[in-house]
């Protein structure tokens, strides 16, 4: 389903070069559920943004469903991360304005869907994670657990392939890190890719994959290090 | 996509922030509510004017002695000659398209009724002073026609020196005192209000060899000379100044042709009321800046939810559409506001000043609307510009 090759993604600072992704080569296949890991700042957030089309690579090849991503247009990236992709963010990146329902439209608003329809998808969403009495609810009156929930909901909404999660835990307790991983290892488990940045090695270790970043590069042996469990 | 949608969600955006919307629109609405009632003065300042030179009657000549003129001074050392009664006969008598010609003598005397007196201006003329200045009358009638030369002691009051002389009383055929004469009121004329230079409401109109007589003048203040039609202004004028200047043997009147004068009023009060726009739509255009303040800070404040959209999938053309939306009903919420303002303070106005016309153009309320909405679209480019061209990565990282 994706493919890296001598992906590279460069910023240039001041005079000097600095290699955020240095010749990363992966593989991932569809269904997969893959943590990436990685002392602070060794790109994984990079990688992330590269494979949820919001960072074009500086150089090298990224085949997303067999197409090569460079040659996607502005427009059709923007169709690809509405049906295909799907986020979820350490900050839960909800709107404040909206309630539990509203958020989980937005999506649907710019893909055209209609009001009614909207509000059933968004309603079943939530339900799934398990927020029915919550419909109202703005993001203020949620816990961290139950902001991130309506943030899963409102990625799965549109039905994507591929799921990127970058530390989705970082800011929950133990308890409803616990609860927001079983929730997308059950929609990975429906066929949904899933690609979960973490610090968290208990995290970590419920991944099918393990992929270990250092100074943006993959570690030795990472792309294939299996959780022994 | 469903642009209903995006102007619901920019609706959103709006309601959800409440500070930042109430000033803007504040500000758009005080700027349009400007327009539009200074717009409303200037016309109504240019309707009241334009609207007295109208009462006057049309197509009129006035003749007033003495030379006013920008050029040069008077001939021969400033001799003048009276401005009489024979120059009205020959006026009446030789000059042709003429209709009327109404001789105007003033003074000011003492008006007394039993024990009550009253300083009033005293007006001299003739019957034909009623059709050429549109006097109407509120009971009896005005001056009797006749040789002007009779003279006669009937006097037609004005309603507001009816009023003070007598009350509630009938003053009809009642005798007063003007000066040592007495006189018999034939007449109160209907209510008018203040006209160019005098108020109909407080004044008494007697004949005008009376009021020659009265006064020891031979001399008149004006001479109306009411032409017949438009047409025959030109060559009425021309020949009327032929024939002054044949009997006084010198350029010594001045006459004005009453169009031109309306006409000349009118474009300067027009230009007025247009400079007032233009000095209106510079707080229009204040606002216009304070609303893309507003959206550039609105901007910079949303970077993250831009850049969440962007991540969700929203094209940079729905992110441009979404800002511009919001910009816009910004400024036509203020701008419908600032009409309602605007029209609600001209309507107070007219209120207390109800002589005075103060509407507002129809082509200053269509401009402002549509202005108001422009502002927002000119205005909002910039800031739905940059809120496109905003990264998304960097946008939701937090910093
Ligand atoms: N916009 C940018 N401009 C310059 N350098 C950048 C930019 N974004 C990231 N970098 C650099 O690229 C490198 C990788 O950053 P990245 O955010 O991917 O790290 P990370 O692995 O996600 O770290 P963390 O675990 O702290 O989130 C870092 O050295 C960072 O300083
Ligand atoms: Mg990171």
Not at chain 2, 148 to 177: C, H, I, W, Y
Not at chain 2, 191 to 210: A, E, Y
Request: net charge neutral; glycine share 12%.
């Amino acid at each position: 389903m994706i493919e890296l090759i001598n992906l590279c993604r460069t910023y240039r600072m001041g005079s000097e070069d600095v290699h955020a992704l240095n010749e990363v080569t992966l593989q991932i296949d569809q269904g997969e559920h893959i943590a990436v890991v990685g002392p602070s700042g060794s790109g994984k957030s990079t990688l992330l943004n590269i494979l949820g089309c919001l960072d074009r690579p500086t150089s090298g090849s990224y085949r997303f469903s067999g197409r090569e991503v460079a040659d996607i247009g502005e427009v059709e990236l923007s169709l690809l991360r509405q049906r295909w992709i799907g986020f979820v963010f350490q900050f839960f990146h909800l709107l404040p304005r909206l309630d539990a329902v509203g958020n989980v439209e937005v999506p649907m608003i710019f893909s055209g869907v209609g009001r009614e329809e909207r509000r059933q998808r968004a309603q079943r969403a939530l339900e799934s994670v398990g927020l029915k009495h919550r419909f109202k609810h703005r993001p203020e009156e949620l816990s961290g657990g139950e902001r991130q929930r309506v943030a899963i909901a409102r990625s799965v909404v549109m039905s994507p392939r591929l799921l990127l999660a970058d530390e989705p835990t970082g800011n929950l307790d133990r308890h409803s890190a616990e609860e927001i991983m079983e929730l997308i290892e059950r929609m990975n488990a429906e066929g949904l890719t899933l690609i979960v940045v973490t610090h968290d090695p208990t995290v970590a270790k419920r991944a099918g994959r393990i992929i270990r970043l250092e100074d943006g590069r993959v570690a030795e042996g990472g792309a294939d290090v299996r959780p022994q469990i | 996509m469903r642009v209903l949608d995006l102007i619901r969600f920019a609706i959103g955006a709006l309601v959800g922030h409440r500070l930042r919307t109430v000033l803007s629109v504040a500000g758009v609405s005080v700027g349009i509510a400007a327009v539009i009632a200074l717009t409303a003065l200037g016309e109504g300042a240019r309707r009241y004017v334009t609207g007295e030179f109208e009462a006057l009657g049309a197509n009129i000549l006035i003749v007033i002695p003495g030379r006013v003129e920008t050029t040069g001074a008077m001939p021969f050392g400033g001799v003048t000659h009276d401005l009489t009664l024979e120059d009205v006969r020959a006026m009446r008598g030789r000059l042709r398209n003429v209709l009327r010609v109404a001789p105007l003598a003033m003074g000011t005397e003492t008006v007394r009724f039993g024990g009550l007196s009253r300083s009033l201006p005293v007006v001299g003329t003739t019957s034909d002073f009623r059709e050429v200045r549109r006097v109407t009358m509120g009971s009896g009638s005005f001056l009797p026609e006749g040789d002007m030369d009779q003279g006669g002691n009937q006097v037609v009051l004005g309603t507001k020196a009816a009023e003070e002389l007598f009350g509630s009383g009938n003053p009809l055929g009642q005798a007063v005192r003007i000066g040592e004469w007495r006189f018999r009121v034939i007449g109160v004329m209907a209510p008018r209000g203040r006209g160019l230079g005098f108020d109909f409401d407080d004044l008494v109109i007697i004949p005008v060899k009376t009021n020659l007589a009265m006064f020891n003048k031979t001399t008149l203040f004006r001479v109306f000379v009411e032409v017949d039609g438009a047409d025959a202004m030109r060559a009425a004028e021309h020949e009327l100044e032929g024939l002054m200047e044949e009997r006084h043997r010198v350029k010594d009147v001045t006459v004005i042709a009453q169009d031109s004068v309306v006409q000349s009023f009118s474009s300067i009060l027009g230009a007025m009321t247009l400079a007032l726009a233009g000095i209106a739509s510079v707080s229009l255009a204040v606002a216009g800046i304070g609303i893309m303040n507003v959206m550039l800070v609105s901007v910079s404040e949303r970077r993250t939810e831009i850049g969440l959209l962007r991540a969700l999938g929203a094209g940079k053309r729905q992110i441009l559409i979404v800002f511009l939306v919001e910009a816009v009903m910004l400024s036509g919420i203020g701008g419908l506001l600032g009409l309602g303002i605007g029209l609600a303070a001209v309507a107070a106005f007219v209120e207390i000043y109800p002589a005075f016309p103060a509407v507002p153009p129809l082509w200053a309320i269509v401009t402002a609307t549509v202005m108001s909405l422009g502002v927002g679209a000119v205005f909002g480019v910039l800031p739905a510009r940059d809120a496109v061209r905003l990264d998304p990565v960097q946008a939701l990282a937090r910093r």
